[in-house]
Every structure is written in C-alpha cells, then in structure tokens.
C-alpha cells in the first residue's frame, strides 16, 4: 500500500481527557505503559505498507511533535514519504475554506506532488489492531467510492459520540446517523481514492462548507458509493477519561492484552533506553503492567507503571495508572487514581479516587 | 574526511569458546547480558559517552549476528554523517587473503581505516567485558603523559590474577614491567585490554611486528612487550569500579546475578551514563495475579504466571504457572510451561521448557546448567510413552 497517503485528521477529535489533556492533544495521550494514542493507528498503517502519512493537528501539539519526530521508530524516516506533522500556519489570503477544510486547502501541495493513489483517513482514538490491507482489498473487490471502517458493538458510554452506519444487505451503507441503539459504530476511518478526496474538497470549499467528513461523504451518501468494512476483534474507544480508564484497566485482561500487543506485528513508539524493571527483595506485584526503568520496592495490585517510575518500600498502589517518572515515596497508598508524568507523592500520603471517576493529578505536580 | 583525534577500534571477533553453546552462532560481543543487552552494547555505550564517535568494529568468527545488530549504528547514536561506527571485517586484497592473524594483525590489516581520520591517538577496545568507563578522561591522562601508550589497569583478586596480562608501576604510573598471563604474578594490577596508542607509534610497532615472522601478532604478548623493552613511555591508568570479563558460563551467571543486589555495583539505571541496545519492541510486562517476583530483572514482552526469585529474564519470556525460577538467566523468546522448576541455569534463547521439566540444582558449588538456545526439554517421564 505504498501507494495510499495516511492521512490523520485530528481537528475534530473531542478533547475531554480533563488535566490529562490541558497541555497535550488527545493523540499524545500516555497510554499502555509506554505508547501514546497515537502510536496505534500509526503502527497500523505502517504495516500495512503505507509510507506517507499527514498529521492534522490544530492545537496543543508540541507534546505530539516530539513523539513523532522520532520517526525512525515507525521506520518513516523516508527519502521517499515520512510523517509530516501539518500545523495550522495558514497565510494564503484568497483562502475561502473554512473548518477542517483548512487543512486541505492549505496543503494542497503535499496532495500533488506525493505519489498517492488512495487515501486512508483516521482519528487517533480509536486503539485497535487492524489489518489496513484488507480494507484496501475490500475497497478494491465492492468497486466502492469510499469504503469506511465499523465495527459491531455494545452499547457504551464512550459510542454516544460515535457515528453509526445503517448499512444494507449488499453492505452499502444507506445512511449515517446517532441512533445509539444502532450497533454498527462507525471507527472515523476511510478509504477513497486521492482524485476524488481532491474532487469533494473541491466541492465543500466551494459551498462553504466547514467539515469535510460531515459535507463530503455523510451528506453525499445517497450519490457516492459508499461501502462499510467491519472490524472485528478488540477495539477501544478512548475519548474521555472514564473510557481512557476501564480500557487501561481491560489491557490487564491477557486476551485484549495478547491481540493488541502479542501479534508478530508490534505497535512501534519512540525509544527510550531504560533498562529492565527492578523488582527488589520487598515487591509484591500482581496483575499489572510493568514498563522498563521502573524499580519496585512495594505493592502494586492491578495497576499499569510507565517507564521510569520509583515504588518504594511500603507503598500500596491498586488499580492505578501511573504515567512515566512517577516517584512514590515509603508507605504512600494510591487507590484508583491516574498519575500524569512526573508527579512526586511524598512519604505517607494517601490518595483514593473511585472506581468510577478516577482521581486525577496533573504533570509535575508533589502531593 | 574530517580529522579526528582519537580514532576508537574495536575487538569483536572473539570465539569465546569456553561459553559453550552460546557462541555457538555468534561471537562473544553479541552474547545477551543483563535482561537487555549484549556484551558490546557496553563499549559501544561507552564510546557514544565518552563522545568518542568514530569507531571500527573489527569482526572475524561468526559475525552474522554482530553485523546485524550493529548495522549503521544508530542505537548508540553512531550513525554520523561524519565517523560513526564502520563494521571492519577481514578482506582479500591484490596480494591475496588473509584471516585476523592477532589482535595487533587485525589492527595493522586496517590502518586504512585509521588513516583516512589522521588521527593523534588509536583507542583500542575489547568487546567482551562488562563496565562503564568515560574514555575521554583516559585520553587526557594519556595526553598529559604525552605517553606512547596508555594501558586502563584494574586491581583484580591475587587468585586471578595469573589469567591476566599483569603489570608493575612507579609511583608517576609509568608502567616498568608487564607480564602476560604470569604463573607467579608480582603484582595484581591487570592490562584491561584497552590501549591509547600514540598514532605515529602504533604504526611504527604494527608494522615492524607484521615482518616478525615470530610474532603472535597479540598486543598482550608480542606488541607492548616489545615497546617496553625499547623504552617507550608507557602508563598505566587506574580505573575503578565494575569491570567483568564474562568468558566462561560461571562467570557470565555471576555477573548476571550482581545486577540483583538493592544497589549493585554496576547501575544500569543511570540516566547520565545509558547502556544503550538495539531495541525489539515489546510492550510493558504483564505480571499475572498467581505471579510472585523478588529481586529480579524483568524485561519487557514477559508474561510472568510462576514464581520468578532472584532471576534475570530477557524480553519476551514466558512463565507458567506454578513454576519456580531460582538464581536463573532466561535469554529471549523463552517458553516456560507449568510446574517447571529451574535452579542455577542459564536458558539460551528461544528454548521450550515443557510442562514439569526440572533444570539445574540447589547445590551451590555445582555447576551451572546451561540449556542450548532452541532446546526443546521435556520431563523424563515423556520419553517413555
């Protein structure tokens, strides 16, 4: 698939992480001991074979740009494609888009000049394991216009937001809509050819319009062709921080753990050279996730430790998450809580949120 | 090609014979230490620390593993528009072939190399031992001493030191005798097989020692011998702190199990001084609710359901319940079943321990059990079916 663009659009993701998410985009989000959102979708279409990929972004992105300028981790340090990172410096001033179609607008040279036949869209909220080359094959075999991804589920919390797809026996999709009792939630993945994205771009700025997904195919479903690959599997939504928190929760499950991680196919991040974990003589660990760099005097039961974090002697930690860096000085107890990087919990302290809504201490922070 | 002052070659073709299987397939520098590593990420580490970034990496027995793992260097930062790491192995040229013959062979077949830099001083390398060591502050010894050759000395056990290159000092560190692998050793400050060279001298001694039809072509037996008894000024400069030769399986399990102390000697977990390696991209560990793990080493991609105590275990390993791993270093890629019980063993990479197999012993001055990398080991009672 060196011949499909990725193309992560993350100008209309919700951003509801709270604290976790004042200083940094939902994409950069830590999650799973050592990865940030983003790293998924990306791995995903880095082994799919897609080389190009665009990065939508339209605040808070410092964070995001330091984790992918490392891009020889997702091996996209390319002569030919590579990631490109497009932030919103817009200056051309016969420019009449508006919405995400500024991005479009605005970048139309990368869409030209790259060698792109296809173009695959995604968010950075959606962590799954996903084979990109069967969409492309799906896409190809229903002769669709755009084929987007779905994937048959529960209802939960953090689908209210989601898209649902009626979808008719010949797998065309009839209609968008929010029904929650509709089944089929749409991923905010897509597939369409480079010339005809160009052509409804084309059409939405002309018209005025300020979403491309919403103007160019949701509105346009009666005229395109527009057909729904389903995902099966493990999927998790993560837009809020109750979701971030019992997805995090569910990769102690070795099955959901096994399908996002275990396949010969690994999910790529930026490198850090801690060393292994140390467990010395008093830990006592249990079902957690543990990421290198850490060393573990105390007890930590159903939690997940980022790289990098200290627990020491007589510390209790229950169904935690506790991001990189993270010190957790003698007997300090922390019961559902999320830690983001960097935060020091002094000798003693105790911190106990609920299972429902976590307690959560913002970056840096010394309690 | 810009100059460097201080050009760095490295000794990786080491056979390493007396560690058995595991340098079966591969030389000793690309032998897995310390949950992470292999034994030339710590020159190599060392080298990127010290901002020595011109480095040749000199190969001969089994170096398919070796290359590829160096490859153009970029996991120790040494993948430099200019200098950087060069893989150097033995090559053919118009007057014939010829293997590394000896250390300083190996050295003279490349001056090429070397030159193309023009450097001041040569620093010369083993790949085989376990330390951290800043070498620039060595170089600034060997500058101040305007010697011809510097030789990093280590005070090592009396008992050990006859397996050596052992040398005497006087009191401003100028070395006065030097003896190889003596049987009645006079001192215990021992050659720790790293040099600084004087490149101009170098050139002179390596070429003069390559028309010695008697030579070993060693720097240990033929080359600094000879410069001592000519006179050259030679140092010896003091290093403390941890340094291991891991040569034989007794000693590469004892250097493993020195990482378990609460604070061993050699911290791995230093941010100023990272032991880089090349990295396989796992995901954290998963420890199981019936796991217990005590002063032990854990890399990630692990699945931990048994008892792992006093252990090292390399990315990608899996423990089975019920099972009981002791005073162990498990390689990567190792599958270990239900109810095994393994002692005192080093496991090779990407072996398979059946359901209730039993490895190694409790007995202390016993050997350590060496499982061959791929085994597959079932209990004894499956034999008999």
């Known amino acids: 698939m060196f011949k499909t663009m990725g193309i992560i659009n993350l100008d209309s993701e919700p951003d509801l992480f709270n604290e976790l998410t004042y200083f940094r985009c939902g994409a950069s989000l830590p999650y799973a001991g050592k990865y940030r959102l983003i790293d998924f979708v990306l791995s995903n279409m880095v082994h ?86 069967a969409v492309m094959a799906h896409h190809l075999e229903t002769g669709a216009d755009v084929t987007v991804v779905c994937h048959r589920t529960e209802p939960a919390e953090e689908h209210k937001s989601c898209w649902r797809l009626t979808i008719g026996d010949d797998g065309r999709v009839r209609q968008f809509s929010m029904d929650e009792n509709n089944p089929n939630v749409f991923l905010n993945m897509y597939l369409m050819r480079k010339d005809l994205m160009l052509d409804l771009v084309r059409q939405c700025i002309a018209h005025g319009a300020e979403n491309f997904l919403w103007d160019g195919i949701i509105q346009q479903t009666a005229s395109l062709r527009v057909q729904a690959y389903e995902h099966t599997g493990i999927l998790q939504t993560i837009n809020t921080v109750e979701s971030y928190y019992k997805h995090s929760m569910s990769l102690l499950k070795p099955h ?29 660990v249990r079902n957690s996730l543990v990421a290198n760099g850490c060393v573990i005097a105390g007890q ?68 | 090609m810009n100059r460097k002052e201080c050009v760095v070659m490295l000794l990786a073709g080491g056979e390493g014979r007396r560690l058995k299987s595991l340098t079966k397939k591969m030389a000793k520098p690309a032998v897995h230490f310390g949950g992470k590593y292999r034994i030339i990420d710590f020159a190599l580490s060392n080298c990127t620390n010290s901002g020595m970034e011109t480095v040749g990496v000199l190969t001969q027995y089994e170096p398919m593993v070796l290359n590829s793992y160096i490859g153009i260097g970029s996991p120790w930062d040494l993948d430099r528009q200019n200098g950087g790491v060069s893989v150097l192995p033995p090559f053919s040229e118009q007057k014939g072939a010829s293997w590394y013959l000896g250390t300083a062979h190996a050295i003279f077949l490349n001056f090429a190399f070397i030159e193309q830099y023009q450097p001041d001083h040569v620093l010369i390398l083993s790949g085989d031992h376990i330390y951290k060591m800043d070498y620039s502050l060595m170089l600034q010894f060997h500058k101040e001493k305007d010697a011809d050759v510097t030789i990093a000395a280590i005070e090592v056990p009396w008992k050990d030191a006859s397996r050596f290159g052992i040398m005497e000092t006087d009191a401003h560190h100028r070395i006065v005798a030097f003896r190889e692998k003596p049987a009645e050793p006079v001192s215990n400050l021992a050659s720790m097989g790293i040099y600084i060279f004087k490149w101009p001298v170098l050139k002179t001694y390596l070429t003069e020692d390559d028309q010695n039809p008697d030579s070993s072509h060693d720097f240990g037996k033929d080359v600094i011998p000879r410069m001592l008894r000519e006179n050259c000024r030679m140092f010896a400069y003091r290093f403390q702190g941890y340094w291991r030769d891991v040569g034989t399986v007794e000693s590469l399990w004892e250097a493993n199990m020195d990482l378990l102390a609460d604070n061993p000697e050699l911290n791995l977990n230093d941010p100023n001084w990272r032991i880089y390696s090349r990295n396989p991209y796992q995901p954290p560990h998963y420890i199981a609710p019936t796991a217990t793990v005590k002063s032990s080493l854990i890399n990630e991609g692990c699945m931990v359901y048994g008892d792992v105590c006093h252990s090292v275990l390399f990315y990608d390993v899996h423990v089975g319940e019920g099972s009981v791993i002791r005073d162990s270093v498990i390689m990567p890629h190792v599958r270990i079943g239900r109810n095994v019980k393994i002692t005192r063993a080093i496991i090779g990479e990407g072996a398979v321990i059946a359901d209730g197999v039993q490895i190694g012993t409790d007995d202390e001055d016993g050997e350590i059990t060496l499982i061959d990398e791929h085994s597959i080991m079932h209990p004894p009672s499956a034999l008999h079916y």
């Open chain 1, 256 to 284: 959901v753990y096994r399908e996002l991680f275990q396949q010969p196919k690994p999910v790529y991040t930026k490198i850090k050279d801690e060393p292994p974990v140390k467990y010395l003589e008093t830990a006592e």
């Open chain 1, 48 to 133: 799919a074979g897609i080389i190009s990929v665009a990065v939508f972004v339209r605040k808070k992105y410092r964070s995001l740009m330091d984790h992918l300028s490392h891009s020889g981790a997702w091996d996209l340090d390319r002569k030919k494609g590579g990631v490109f990172i497009l932030p919103p410096d817009w200056n051309d001033p016969t420019d009449h888009s508006k919405g995400d179609l500024r991005h479009f607008h605005n970048n139309m040279d990368l869409f030209h000049r790259g060698q792109a036949d296809y173009v695959l869209f995604s968010g950075a909220q959606q962590v799954c394991h996903i084979d990109f080359r």
């Open chain 1, 300 to 367: 930590v039961e159903n939690s997940i430790l980022f790289r990098g974090v200290r627990v020491q002697e007589g510390v209790t930690v229950k169904n935690s998450i506790i991001m990189q860096r993270c010190t957790l000085g003698k007997g300090a107890y922390l019961e559902n809580v999320i830690l983001d990087k960097d935060v020091t919990i002094t000798d003693g302290s105790r911190l106990i949120g609920s299972q429902m809504r976590p307690y959560v201490i913002p970056k840096r922070k010394v309690i």
